[in-house]
Nanobody, 124 residues
């Protein structure tokens, strides 16, 4: 059974950092574009960072550029999201997702596999 499992969320003060992890269980991540999505209360789910399976390039939504870094270790079947200089507007449930597409795309409909989500709360 294919499964993604996130961890690393929590409560952090503005300006703080968190590192999220996503482990693929039952399948290899090599052939998948891996994306971190987030969903804030009352808002739609949005993609924030993507790691391409074509050239392992990284892509970010403007609101997190320069603060978030996505990385992947396919030997460990793990994708990471390092989040620095966190802001209250970064609060939400963060999901990792895998899509068997070429390159990156933030259209959630392309993603076949999803984790259960991990809560990130940025508050003083």
């Amino acid at each position: 059974q294919l499964h993604l499992a996130e961890s690393g969320g929590g409560l952090v003060q503005p300006g703080g950092s968190l590192r999220l992890s996503c482990v693929g269980e039952g399948f290899s991540l090599d052939y998948y574009a891996m994306t971190w999505f987030r969903q804030a209360p009352g808002k739609e789910r949005e993609g924030v960072a993507c790691s391409s399976n074509m050239d392992y390039s990284s892509h970010y939504v403007d609101s997190v550029k320069g603060r978030f870094t996505i990385s992947r270790d396919d030997t460990r079947r793990t994708v990471f999201l390092q989040m620095n200089d966190l802001k209250p507007e970064d609060t939400g449930v963060y999901y990792c997702a895998a899509a068997s597409i070429s390159g990156c795309d933030y259209n959630a409909a392309y993603y076949e596999h999803w984790g259960q989500g991990t809560q990130v709360t940025v508050s003083s």
